[in-house]
């Protein structure tokens, strides 16, 4: 089956410019629209600790009218769309990826798993990686830091992903999109504010966004054939399986991977035995600071913090 595939990015509240960008998916004929994260753009109302009861009320609102735009487009367009927002049910709020079917409907959901720790002062951790079937291929979905953990998308694959879904935040580099569709056999989908992407299962990038402010970019999918190797292919002369998808399965030595499922790896052991500020009254130092420095920069001011881990960039002190 050949489909095509969109990812759109964007910023900014649930508002006319995620449906418009979403409906512009689905009048170029895309089968699969992916939105980014957060949809709604709560990200400083999650960290604010002054009133938590405003992210959870603010959650539940925006939610609330996302479901129903969401579902409007997708039955509109006849096609299939994931998006990501906070939603809460009942003592917990999650960050979640639904993917709604052609007809509006939900077809299932993801708990995003691995939480930054200021996320996790108002968030729940998912705890598991589903994947769902449509008329175009098995879907799983990941979202923003769940990126570091080469094990999310595996999971995601193990479970069935012919597709992987990833709203995100902060821009997934081109390599590293390319490396986790090869080697999990899978066509893998970023939607995020700068570097969203398609990437097929031979680590091809098939559209890509670039810079752009707003976009929609789409490609066309033959997902049942896309992880077949030529039939000239060495290993296939060897294995008999042609499909790589399928040798990579066969070939799996689980009995050997134990270390990915221990709690306290040998690798663990260089770094010192600490744990992450997450006490009541670290947490509180930790938001005092924060605040302070949104303050500097709504002020005009430098901030002490950066979202960048390199150092090159900063002055020597």
Sequence with gaps: MTSSLSTRRGSGRVRRSHAALLARAGEQGADLAVAGEDIASLGYALTYLDDPAVFRTLARESADYARGVLARIARRHTMHVVACFFEPDRDSVYNVAVLYAR??????????VHLPVYETWAVTPGNSFPAYETDIGVVGMLICYDQMWPESAAACA????????????????????????????????????????????TARILADAGERDEAVVTADADIANASLAPENFWEYLYSGIRDHRERHLRLRRQDAYGVLLNAGPPALNAYPN??????????????????????????????????????????ET
Aim: hydrophobic share 30%.
């Design 103 to 112: 007809d509006g409907e939900v077809i299932g959901r993801y708990h995003k």
């Design 158 to 201: 193990l479970n069935g992903a012919r597709i992987i879904c990833h709203p995100s935040a902060a821009s997934l580099p081109d390599y590293q999109m390319r490396a986790r569709a090869m080697d999990c056999q899978v066509f893998y989908i970023s939607a995020t504010r700068s570097g969203s992407r398609i990437v097929s299962p």
């Design 274 to 315: 600490r744990g992450i500020a997450n006490a009541p009254e670290a947490i509180r130092d930790i938001y005092e600071k924060q605040k302070q420095d949104y303050l500097r920069g709504l002020r005009g001011e430098s901030q002490h913090y950066t979202w960048s881990w390199s150092t090159e960039d900063q002055d």
